[in-house]
């Protein structure tokens, strides 16, 4: 089993038997659709190089599902049915396999075949967009939980797209300045191929300028690549003395080997590498990665995310990962919504996620408020490191730097693109 630290691990038993009391005060009426029942459709990754961060969104939206609805979580990792507060809620997943076409097939699979009431996804950017067209054609919401491309929630807003995972300028709002203040003046930048990573690139490098720092270069790897590095010697070249990286799956693993056998020392933030897996797999060499703006189990000390850590630990023997946090609460408002609606009709749910405060979440409770300007939700953020440790089943732990209040850790709504929301 994975060791969690002890007095972590107690509270989370203490917070298991009052996880899901607000899910009591929900009473179902008879809207237009079935009060008592809701379809989810999840397009993701579970195969290829970001197979654990979409087995792990599932994981976090069954969680977050459960502790609304106060389910009965025993035997929750082998079922995709959560039941609670008389609401039976099914989990139909897709592989997108990481291609926005395959996306886009399994999302029109979802809505037209299987008629779920609500899509969610995805873990690539790409995939998110391809699936939030399929979502808005069809007029069927759709909860982003993982995806983190600014223009979700930015220039292609409408009514039924909500995000509760971070924005990449979120990331780089909290990263880049203190990249530009601590990691050096100079900056090469790696990033994935798509959507993400091209994104993440041109917001970490505007927060880097705008705080005094200066772009020296930059690298766009496609997904799956096996050699790194190339894209090392470029950044040596080019002059820089920090790299910031914007890669996640496998590849931030190989990426981080490669860095290591390289030798030269150069001081390094990351966006999206610092998975669980990645933890695991490079050791101590993920010291090196400083100014990481992720959830990370250990930072947020609360009942909600204790009962997280004391459920996906004895569910799946692991730890939460970065992205579970996001997933959960896209979980706990659907959960929250369709109890305050009595209804799994399209409208009556938008309504109630227009402007909701989600009750319990990883970050604290009422921690989450999606926008009504964009259905963006706003957040704390957190900035961490890594330290070395001993007696776990990893070589290194995430240690709290810093955090940032919601509202000073998200662009302004006039500054997103969105043209705004109307019902």
């Known amino acids: 089993m994975v060791e969690i630290d002890r007095r972590r691990l107690l509270k989370a038993a203490s917070a298991t038997g009052v996880a899901g009391l607000t899910g009591l005060a929900?009473?179902?009426?008879?809207?237009?659709?079935?009060?008592?029942?809701?379809?989810?459709g999840v397009v993701t990754d579970t195969s290829g190089p970001y197979a654990h961060l979409g087995n792990s969104v599932i994981r976090g939206i069954k969680l977050g599902l459960a502790q609304s609805l106060d389910a009965d979580?025993?035997?929750?990792?082998?079922?995709?049915?959560?039941?609670?507060?008389?609401?039976?809620?099914?989990?139909?997943?897709?592989?997108?396999?990481?291609?926005?076409?395959?996306?886009?097939?399994?999302?029109?699979?979802?809505?037209?075949?299987?008629?779920?009431?609500?899509l969610q996804g995805s873990v690539s950017s790409?995939?998110?967009?391809?699936?939030?067209?399929?979502?808005?054609?069809?007029?069927?919401?759709?909860?982003?939980?993982t995806a983190a491309a600014t223009s979700l929630t930015g220039e292609n807003c409408n009514k039924y797209t909500?995000?509760?995972?971070?924005?990449?300028?979120?990331?780089?709002?909290?990263?880049?300045?203190?990249?530009?203040?601590?990691?050096?003046?100079?900056?090469?930048?790696?990033?994935?191929?798509?959507?993400?990573?091209?994104?993440?690139?041109?917001?970490?490098?505007?927060?880097?300028?705008?705080?005094?720092?200066?772009?020296?270069?930059?690298?766009?790897?496609?997904?799956?690549?096996?050699?790194?590095?190339?894209?090392l010697q470029n950044a040596e070249e080019s002059g820089a003395d920090s790299i910031v990286v914007a890669l996640t799956g496998t590849d931030g693993i190989r990426f981080s080997r490669d860095l290591a056998d390289f030798g030269t020392d150069f001081e390094v933030t990351a966006t999206g590498v610092?998975?669980?897996?990645?933890?695991?797999?490079?050791?101590?060499?993920?010291?090196?990665?400083?100014?990481?703006?992720?959830?990370?189990?250990?930072?947020?000390?609360?009942?909600?995310?204790?009962?997280?850590?004391?459920?996906y630990s004895s569910q799946w023997n692991a730890v939460p990962s970065i992205f579970t946090a996001?997933?959960?609460?896209?979980?706990?408002?659907?959960?929250?919504?369709?109890?305050?609606?009595?209804?799994?009709?399209?409208?009556?749910l938008i309504e109630q996620w227009h402007g909701m405060t989600i009750e319990k979440t990883a970050r604290g409770d009422?921690?989450?408020?999606?926008?009504?300007?964009?259905?963006?939700?706003?957040?704390?953020m957190y900035l961490g490191h890594f330290e070395e440790t001993s007696g776990g089943s990893m070589d290194v732990e995430p240690v709290l730097d810093d955090t940032f209040e919601a509202e000073s850790s998200i662009r302004p709504c006039g500054e997103t693109g969105c043209s705004g929301i109307e019902l």
């Not at 490098?205 to 270069?217: D, L, M």
């Open 26 to 40: 929900g009473c179902l009426g008879g809207g237009g659709g079935g009060a008592d029942s809701l379809s989810i």
């Open 73 to 118: 979580t025993e035997g929750l990792a082998d079922s995709n049915t959560v039941e609670g507060s008389g609401i039976t809620v099914e989990i139909l997943a897709e592989d997108s396999g990481l291609a926005a076409d395959t996306g886009r097939q399994k999302a029109r699979k979802l809505v037209q075949s299987d008629e779920v009431d609500i």
């Open 126 to 145: 790409s995939v998110a967009a391809a699936v939030q067209d399929v979502a808005t054609d069809a007029s069927t919401p759709m909860f982003v939980d």
């Open 162 to 231: 909500f995000r509760t995972s971070q924005t990449t300028y979120q990331d780089a709002l909290a990263g880049g300045q203190y990249a530009a203040e601590n990691l050096g003046s100079s900056f090469y930048f790696v990033g994935a191929d798509y959507s993400w990573g091209h994104d993440s690139v041109a917001q970490w490098k505007s927060v880097i300028e705008e705080n005094g720092g200066s772009a020296a270069g930059e690298s766009f790897v496609s997904p799956g690549t096996s050699n790194y590095t190339p894209y």
């Open 274 to 311: 610092t998975t669980v897996p990645w933890m695991q797999q490079v050791g101590t060499a993920a010291t090196g990665f400083s100014g990481i703006p992720k959830y990370f189990w250990p930072f947020p000390d609360n009942s909600t995310n204790d009962w997280i850590i004391e459920q």
């Open 326 to 348: 996001g997933a959960h609460a896209a979980g706990y408002a659907i959960g929250q919504g369709m109890q305050s609606a009595g209804s799994n009709d399209a409208d009556p």
């Open 366 to 380: 009422g921690a989450y408020t999606i926008r009504e300007c964009d259905h963006q939700a706003e957040f704390p």
